[in-house]
């Protein structure tokens, strides 16, 4: 069985910074793609951040400059440090695992709220 956690959600004020981590089980990790979505009340899951299995990244335009993505195979763990936190940023924060040839996992999300 495949497991994602996320933590490291919480609240900030805006401008501040948080990292939210991922751990996955039951998978080959270094064999995946990780990735983080949002989703925000009332809006659609969106994809925040995408991290290939040879490190390659890629950023929504809303995050960009200030979101990094990164992963720790030995521990696998799927990062993600977020500054300069808008309260646009809130939503719940949900990782997920892909790889070629199976199917997506989700985590069950971590609660970022941003104040203003």
């Known amino acids: 069985q495949v497991q994602l956690v996320e933590s490291g959600g919480g609240l900030v004020q805006a401008g501040g910074s948080l990292r939210l981590s991922c751990v996955a089980s039951?998978?080959?990790?270094?064999?995946?793609?990780m990735d983080w979505y949002r989703q925000a009340p009332g809006k659609q899951r969106e994809l925040v951040a995408t991290i290939t299995t040879i490190g390659n990244t890629n950023y929504a335009d809303a995050v960009k400059g200030r979101f990094t993505i990164s992963r720790d195979n030995a521990k696998n763990t799927a990062y993600l440090q977020m500054n300069s936190l808008k309260p646009e940023d809130t939503a719940v924060y949900y990782c997920r695992s892909s790889g070629i040839g199976t199917r997506a996992y989700w985590g069950q999300g971590t609660q970022v709220t941003v104040s203003s």
């Open positions: 039951g998978t080959i990790f270094r064999i995946t793609t």
